[in-house]
């Protein structure tokens, strides 16, 4: 009986034995099965989580960022315990004791699938194995993945400390609201850093890995609170915090960014705007747009905040003024559903959902509205975020009498004499508050729309080509497209300044006489007849006037005279065009370019000549706050020497290259001065301190541009239709642009300064009659004389006329008519005397073509 029992306790024993032999080697060999092809564990060593890229001013404040996962990567040292703590009690309270898995938990966790019959499945990954999932494996519930990943997280813990394992943790996982990590998600539900972090608000972030899509603070308030109180009573339980803390914490309410208890970070940055976007655009380019946005670059943008926001408003009252000249109202063509107007709350929330440009702030900030009522005269209207009064918001009759509507057939309604002309009840609309000028009290609300008509405009420090302001449009959030860098357009007469640099260097002067008169230019498309916009011609007259006035036919018969491949190589050297037509009409600016070129080409004039490479970026930093780009390439050769004395600074070399002479850069600058002083700018350029520029009026008007430039800020605007299409009578350069150049300026030079322009070495002045180009005795004064800047050693020749070897008409009144005709009498340097003339007349040539 007793060895019977023996026996069969030894085979009971023997059959144990063998089954966990047998189990032990089947979960060895399934263990060895699918660790064979791992990813590699030891790669986390090197992780490097992508992470937020940050722009900011030259001040030091962030003014955007860009990310595909919105992350701020703190190193373990700097997350508090507290926040540890929380994800550790929520997540894996066994953290630090574990070796990578936790077999209780594992068992636990299959008993309770198995009592509830499969409806009470609950995870039981310890933090490493999370890490395992988040970084080398996929998120699919299947044996297979959770095999792998006890597998590669016990080879993790014997490659990482625990506190390495939680870095990665803390960092990489997902917290919803399109926040990684626990500092991002911090900011985005609470709008602190880590360390302002209460009990309470560390809990709620550790509810967050169990359904980061599903836990809203808002929308699933009650499930986030009774998960995060939850975790406080775990925090207790292991004695992280005490129990009258977890009784305090725990009867806290759920506060958060979303219930609008705390302000979004959000709210601390400007708007987007053109400047950002475009370096966004820039460096996606140079560094790839991967690296970008998931880099974590330290972007230290030259954009001066203060005047970004002034080039904006000059812009836009340029813009506005136009839009409203035309006296048609479009709208915004949205309209809200009788349903979405059924009561406050509806069209509120419809508003909000609605894509509108809510980043105009033009004499104030332009708010989102939609029509209520349509009264006898007056129009009440709801505005989004702001509340209605006792007797509610009104458009008064009075503010729509400037347009007339729009129809969506294209006719024009009858002028607007009562709100319900241009408005009807659920439009959407645009307005802003008219105040009074003194008191800044509030008078109406009045109707706004973003003009169609669009333009660009930038500004940038001429000596080391720093862009000071950008705006690329009337609304980034209207349209994103930038047409200060992106916008291919015709520069008309604002590009003559190089036909005239070019010749300026192969031997011509300022007083240098070139014929204005018709020509006739024979083209595979028919007969070519340029004018000048005033359909009159001059007869002989010097370079000088010829670009105060903006001549066409002066400046065609001088690129003819040059040569258009001596024309298109300047342009191509200072960087307006890449690759140059050598046609005539290109003489007058008919061939496109941008913006961005046609102001960092006029810097070089500003300069003295030499090369400038715009930049919208100083410094770009890595993650590790290595500098991986720097636009500042020159050299202090004596920072480093204590013992510079206190009346100079130290020396710095540029050792930039020379686009064009010294003399010449002085001589074109003093000839644009004349532009802006008595010439086509002169009615709107009125500023303290030297100016010079040149305007520029496409054929029609299509586009109109003013680019100009004191001794230290150059700045250009362009207007037109995006679809390029007349703008109209009355739309010049110097008309239209120039007041958005003299907007900016009168503020810009409050800050930047400016002096009189240098005047290099190797030349002498001479005075000469501007008419005539006669030279006149050193004491000559008066309105028509002006002193010009000669070379040394290359004594001028008074009296040459260049005709580009075109013919100069049949009627076209010479020299010797125009005595006739009156003028006045001015002497010359030799003692002669000679008559000045008036205008002559245009002839029966019939004429075209750019001006």
Known sequence: ??????????????????????????????????????PSH???????????????????????????????????????????????????????????????????????????????????????????????????????????????????????????????????IFLGQNSYGVAA????????????????????????????????????KERVLSRRNFVLKEMSENGFITTATYEAEKELPLASVQNGDFDSFKSTLPPRDYFTDEIRRQLSGDFGEDEFFTGGMTVRATVDPAMQEIAARALRHALEKYDRSRGLWRGTGQTLSAEQMQDEDGWRTALADLEMPRDVDLDGKWHVAVVLEIGKKDARIGIEKVQDDADGHWIPAKDVTWARKLNEDGSKGRKGKVA????????????????????????????RQVPEVQGGFMAMDVNNGRVIAMQGGFSYQDTVFNRATQAKRQPGSSFKPFVYASALDSGYSPATIVIDAPIEIDTPQGVWRPRNSSNKFYGPTPLRTGIEMSRNLMTIRLAQEVGMDVVANYAEKFGVYDNMGQFLANSLGSEETTLFQMVAAYAMFANGGERVEPTLVDRVQDRYGKTIYRHDKRDCTDCGQSDITADRGPRIVSNRERVMDAVTAYQLTSMMQGVVTRGTASSQIKLPVPVAGKTGTTNEAKDVWFVGFTSTIVAGCYIGHDRPRPLGRGAYG????????????????????????????GGHFIKIDRYTGARLANDAGGASVVAEYFRDGEEPVFGITFDGGFAMGSNLPLFDEVQTHGGHEVTTSSGETTVVGPKADFGTMSSGGLY
């Open 1 to 38: 009986m007793l060895r019977a029992i023996l026996t069969f306790f030894g085979s009971l024993f023997t059959f144990v034995t063998m089954a966990l032999a047998i189990v032990a080697l089947s979960i060895g060999a399934v263990f060895w099965m699918y660790g064979r092809e791992l």
């Open 734 to 761: 110097g008309t239209t642009c120039g007041p958005v150049f003299q907007e900016f300026m009168k503020e810009a030079i409050k800050k930047y300064g400016g002096g009189k322009f240098r005047v290099p070495p």
């Open 420 to 447: 319900g002309d241009l408005v009807s009840v659920g439009d959407v609309v645009l307005v802003r508050a008219i105040t009074k000028d003194d008191t800044e009290e509030f008078v109406r609300w009045s109707l």
């Open 42 to 172: 030891e790669s986390l060593a090197q992780y490097k989580p992508p992470t937020i890229s940050r722009i900011y001013s030259g001040e030091g404040q962030i003014i955007d960022e860009f990310a595909q996962e919105r992350r701020l990567f703190v190193p373990s040292d700097q997350i508090p315990d507290m926040v540890k703590q929380a994800f550790i009690s929520a997540e894996d309270k066994n953290f630090y004791l574990h070796s990578g898995y936790d077999a209780r938990g594992i068992a636990a966790a299959a008993f309770e699938a198995v009592k509830s019959r499969g409806s009470n499945v609950r995870g039981a990954s310890t933090i490493t194995q999370q890490v395992m999932k988040n970084f080398l494996l996929s998120g699919d519930r299947k044996i297979e993945r959770k095999i792998k990943e006890i597998i590669l997280a016990t080879r993790v813990e014997e490659t990482l400390s625990k506190d390495q394992i939680l870095e990665l943790y803390l960092n990489e």
């Open 185 to 220: 998600a911090a900011q985005t539900y609470f709008n602190k850093p880590l360390s302002d972090l209460a009990p309470h608000e560390a809990a709620t972030l550790a509810s967050m890995p169990k359904a980061p899509g599903k836990f809203h603070p808002v929308r699933n």
